[in-house]
């Protein structure tokens, strides 16, 4: 009976859907939500988040999501509450949270099992529940239904739950919402198909169903295949560095094969999941005695790429006679990659932070983070670059692709080095204007 209503409340866009978590994911989710008609309510423990969105504002920068978020609360289908109790009165709760791991790469469910235990505390009967957080295989029947189970309602004909993982791309999240394939794991048939037919009102892209063991996996070896494939193209860098000839030139010719599809090396690989999701694969296969070799050393390549570019430095200002120590550095881009406010697991963080152990005088730029990891920073890209002995590029901001450097190398310094850690300039031109050209892999 719950099933059949519950069903026909979704597909006639009568049921109230919660958001568990205004992230990066959760409000742009929310606000597609509303959009579609259902009268959504987003929850964030965090006050400002709340208030901002109340106030018709974003507090992240995603394209389009401010505008989304207006219309939203504008219509009074779209709002943020601290309340958890708002629960109570839903019958779809996505649970949009944080997974990250902890310092032994273990996962760190907290934030997920805490969202979990207040959905468990107000849950109503006749209600769906989907998790989209990324998540170690077995988590969804081992974790968290016996955690939703203690309500007392009974899986399956109380309350339903799916895991349906989110799959869109920063910069280009709202669009990918609404247009990318989902996949739906439900923890029996019913479940799946609840889930099922919510998504198909969210999105125009296929709707997959399958048990929620393979949907769990499913998302972190999508995830990890990006991971393994971006290390394939940094081995390549570092190869092609050592026989003084360009990757990129190599890897556009390569790509040419009709079944040759190589990622781009760069100065390291970011954000809150490429870096992470890798690991959970690697700690559940250790405690089956299995040895993920291939993933273990695609993590290893792209995590010490960082270093690899201060290597470069070090050795690019030696040979125009320059100590690091008594370098000036302009760091370009703090966000861990273009046109985003993001700086988790940055290799902005490993690279600022190396070079003042060092005690280079470091100056990093940002046109959309305020947040620094050290030295001096400024929103102002003169100020960055005046005086500075190298300017490393970290991060691939579209305004970076765009700047005059014909200008900038006028305030740096003699011998000025650029570093184009995102390979996103042309050697040749940047060289014309009388700088100092290296770039990852060449
Ligand atoms: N990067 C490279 N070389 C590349 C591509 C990326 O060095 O060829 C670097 C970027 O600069 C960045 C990092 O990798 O530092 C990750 O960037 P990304 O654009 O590959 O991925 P995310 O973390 O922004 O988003 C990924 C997406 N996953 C896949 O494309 C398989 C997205 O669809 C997921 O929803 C998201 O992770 C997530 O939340 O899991």
Not at 88 to 98: E, G, P, Y
Not at 172 to 195: F, K, M, P, W, Y
Not at 198 to 213: L, P
Not at 383 to 393: F, G, P, Q, R, Y
């Amino acid at each position: 009976m719950e099933y059949k209503k519950l069903i026909n409340i979704i597909e006639n866009k009568e049921a109230k859907v919660v958001v568990v978590g205004l992230g990066y994911v959760g409000l742009p989710m929310a606000a597609i939500v509303a959009s579609r008609g259902y009268f959504t309510t987003g929850i964030d423990i965090n006050h400002d988040i709340v208030n901002k969105v109340n106030n018709k504002k974003s507090p992240i920068n995603e394209p389009g999501l401010e505008e989304i978020v207006y219309k939203g609360v504008e219509a009074g289908r779209l709002r943020a509450t601290v309340e958890a109790s708002e629960i109570r009165n839903s019958n779809v709760v996505l649970i949009i949270v944080q997974t990250p791991v902890d310092e032994n790469k273990e996962p760190c469910l907290e934030a997920l099992m805490s969202a979990t235990k207040a959905v468990a505390e107000n849950i109503s009967e006749g209600t769906l529940v989907v998790v989209e957080s990324t998540i170690p295989p077995g988590t969804m029947r081992n974790k968290i239904l016996p955690v939703l189970a203690s309500s007392g309602l009974k899986v399956g004909t109380d309350f339903f739950l799916a895991n349906s993982p989110e799959r869109a791309i920063p910069t280009r999240t709202l669009e990918e919402i609404q247009i990318n394939s989902r996949v739906v794991g439900g923890i029996d048939e019913r479940s799946a198909e609840l889930a099922g037919v919510f998504y198909e009102n969210i999105t125009s892209g296929e709707v997959y169903k399958d048990a929620v063991e393979i949907v769990e996996v499913v998302k972190l070896i999508e995830n990890t295949f990006r991971d393994v494939n971006i290390a394939l193209a940094n081995d390549v860098a570092l190869l092609c560095e050592a026989l003084g000839i360009d990757a990129i030139k190599a890897i556009n010719l390569a790509n040419k094969h009709p079944r040759v599809n190589f990622h781009m090396p760069g100065a390291g690989v970011g954000g809150h999941c490429i870096p992470k999701d890798p690991y959970f694969l690697i700690k559940e296969a250790e405690k089956h005695g299995v040895n993920l070799s291939v993933i273990k050393a695609s993590r290893e390549r792209n995590s010490n790429m960082p270093y690899h570019v201060l290597e470069k430095l070090k050795n690019a200002l030696k040979k125009q006679g320059k100590d690091i120590k008594e370098s000036t550095v302009a760091v370009l881009g703090i966000a861990y990659k273009g046109n985003v406010d993001d700086v988790r697991e940055t290799p902005a963080e490993p690279i600022i932070k190396t070079l003042m152990k060092s005690g280079v005088d470091v100056f990093s730029h940002d046109p959309y983070v305020s947040q620094d990891f050290g030295g001096k920073f400024s929103n102002e890209i003169k100020t960055v670059v005046k005086n500075a002995d190298a300017l490393v590029i970290v991060t691939d901001h579209d305004e970076y692709k765009k700047l005059d450097f014909g200008d900038l190398r006028l305030l740096m310094k003699d011998k000025a080095i650029i570093l184009d850690g995102r390979r996103i300039l042309n050697p040749e031109d940047i060289k014309r204007l009388g700088f100092i050209y290296y770039g990852i892999g060449c």
